[in-house]
């Protein structure tokens, strides 16, 4: 599951990913995200295979806000 993408977590500890898109549509959805990037000018759009397991890295530079809903 792809809690980066959609998680419900309002009942507790375990996510739920019932209301998540099917994975043929995220996928899509994230290609089109992609393509927007690119058509912007972002300087650097990195992407791997959707839905694979990767070993990623990130460095936070800056204020980071995250925002769960309930």
Known sequence: PQFTLFADTRKGRR???SSAL??????????????ELRAAGIAEV????????MQVALENDG????????
Do not use: N
Request: glycine share 6%; with cysteine.
């Open 46 to 53: 990195r992407y791997g295979k959707f839905g694979a397991h």
């Open 15 to 17: 996510p739920e990913f």
């Open 22 to 35: 099917e994975p043929q549509a995220a996928s899509a959805l994230c290609d089109a995200f992609l393509s």
């Open 63 to 70: 204020p980071v806000t995250i925002m769960l809903e309930s």
